[in-house]
């Protein structure tokens, strides 16, 4: 079965450039979590979607991130332009979500990582 | 806002000695407590979960943790620690009116042979 597939694994790029990362949840699952991970601060919440409409996005660290999840298999976080700063790793995860029930296991890509000089 | 700390940022045991993780959660009602595991380079698995019931739950390589609404904590355990167990552990909280899941910043677990 295939699990969360996230792309691109790595990405190196210069301050300034545009960065797009994209994820393909679990078929079938109907919220999706952007995550990112760095040593300073750990696993820290973007945003998440419920059934494609993104629900809490207070996580975005600035206008220069964006989120979109067109249909549901596919999400996209965007970064432009890019900053040393946001140098992480990107997790997206997925799980079935049914509404008022928050016990749904998480499950995570394997992350891609972002290098920007 | 539901909220979650684990003390302990790097542990370090000797391959066979018992094992315990701590975090310590906030939040007001009865939450959803869960722990995952990250190894190097990966996504993070599912441990354990618990959401209501037995406080003792068991999950999976082995592991069990347990939840103390008096202390506020759900701490990870297991018997006997195998070098594979080497990873970093995040422990996590979700709450009833809310779909977010926060993490802890997590503990390295460094296993010596």
């Known amino acids: 079965d295939a699990g969360v597939i996230q792309s691109p694994r790595h990405e190196v790029t210069e301050m300034g450039q545009e960065v797009t990362l994209r994820c393909k949840p679990i078929?079938?699952?109907?919220?999706l979590f952007w995550y990112r991970q760095t040593m300073m601060r750990g696993l820290e919440l973007l945003i998440y979607f419920n059934n494609n409409v993104p629900i809490d996005d207070s996580g975005m660290p600035e206008d220069r991130f964006s989120a979109k999840m067109p249909n549901a298999s596919f999400s996209t976080l965007k970064i432009q332009p890019s900053e040393p700063r946001d140098s992480a790793v990107y997790f997206c995860?997925?799980?079935?979500?049914?509404?008022?029930?928050?016990?749904?296991?998480?499950?995570f890509g394997e992350g891609s990582r972002l290098t920007v000089l | 806002a539901q909220s979650v700390t684990q003390p302990d940022i790097h542990i370090t045991v000797s391959e066979g000695a018992s094992l315990e993780l701590r975090c310590n959660y906030s939040y007001g009602a009865t939450p959803y407590l869960f722990w995952y595991v990250q190894s190097p380079g990966q996504g993070l698995q599912l441990l354990l979960k618990y959401f209501s019931g037995d406080t003792l739950v068991q999950g999976i390589k082995g592991f069990e943790a347990e939840f103390k609404r008096s202390q506020s904590s759900f701490n990870l355990r297991k018997p006997s620690v195998h070098w594979s167990d080497a990873a970093e552990y995040f422990c996590?909280?979700?709450?009833?009116?809310?779909?977010?899941?926060?993490f802890g910043t997590g503990t390295r677990l460094q296993v010596f042979p």
């Open positions: 996590a909280v979700g709450a009833g009116n809310t779909d977010k899941l926060i």
């Open positions: 078929s079938g699952h109907n919220s």
């Open positions: 995860a997925s799980r079935l979500w049914l509404a008022g029930a928050n016990t749904g296991e998480l499950f």
